[in-house]
């Protein structure tokens, strides 16, 4: 982020969660508490959602020429990244989360996995030694040889949420859950700004499919660089003898 970038916005999920967001999932805007109190406290996210988008909307932004969101990404139970398997006709795989600027660029749409050894994902990163204990550490599938990237690859955190999932090929109540910091710098100069967060190719099953596979936000923040005082009086000056000009013209 550029030094001299401001904060325009900061929400971090415990705080008031108000107009500025909406959403297409049917159970609207709200937080939830990570199931796990003991790990810097008791985590409140927006979430959780499915194959749903959340949208931020912002305006009345002062002149600026780039912004820069970051947040916390919580991938919640069974992500099955590329998995290929057809399980009673559903594709477990191509679980995809995206963010997009509206009426701009999409920054970030790639797959995600929590764990499903047979299927690795598309996001990349450095594997984070990060280990909750008593369960495994994020590079647990650094040897992963399968297509694309192993599991969690580039997660900052494993298992810290507290959630858990029940497969019946795996061990009961398997810990289950990432956290990924990211941050993306664009160019942007409106006064408005519309960020849509959003996921598809998810399972729905179970209640609105939340005890399968969704996600969160948390620590969301967006900084934008503002234009210098100086380009900016220079262009108001500029425009101000435009004007002028324009009415000596228009007197003769």
């Known amino acids: 982020m550029p030094a001299s970038a401001a904060t325009v916005y900061i929400n971090q999920g415990t705080g008031t969660v108000g107009s500025e967001w909406t959403t297409t999932a049917a159970s609207g805007i709200h937080t939830t508490p990570a199931p796990n109190p003991d790990y810097e406290g008791n ?11 959340l949208t931020l909307s912002l305006g009345g932004l002062t002149p ?5 969101v970051s947040f916390s990404l919580y991938l919640i139970r069974s992500w099955d990244g590329n998995d290929p398997t057809v399980v009673n006709g559903d594709l477990l795989g191509n679980d995809t989360w995206s ?22 994902q598309n996001y990349d990163g450095a594997f984070s030694t990060y280990t909750y204990t008593p369960w495994t550490p994020c ?30 090929n795996r061990p009961p109540n398997e810990a289950m859950d990432s956290v990924y910091n990211l941050s993306f710098t664009f160019a942007h100069d409106a006064d408005n700004l519309v960020l849509n967060f959003s ?7 179970g209640l ?25 009086l220079f262009g108001s000056g500029l425009l101000g003898l435009i004007g002028v000009a324009r009415r000596k013209s228009q007197s003769k």
């Open 99 to 120: 963010l997009s600027v509206g009426n701009g660029p999409t920054l970030l749409s790639t797959t995600f996995s929590n764990g499903n050894s047979v299927a690795g």
């Open 139 to 168: 590079n647990a599938y650094a040897d992963y040889s399968g297509p694309g990237n192993g599991p969690m690859t580039g997660a900052n955190e494993c298992y810290s949420l507290g959630y858990t999932f029940d497969d019946p």
């Open 64 to 68: 600026h020429t780039v912004a820069t």
């Open 43 to 53: 985590r409140k996210f927006l979430g959780e959602y499915n194959n749903d988008t």
């Open 208 to 232: 609105l499919g939340l005890d399968d596979e969704s996600w969160g936000l948390d620590n969301v923040r967006v900084d934008a660089v503002p234009v210098p005082a100086a380009v900016w």
């Open 199 to 205: 996921a598809t190719g998810l399972q729905t099953a």
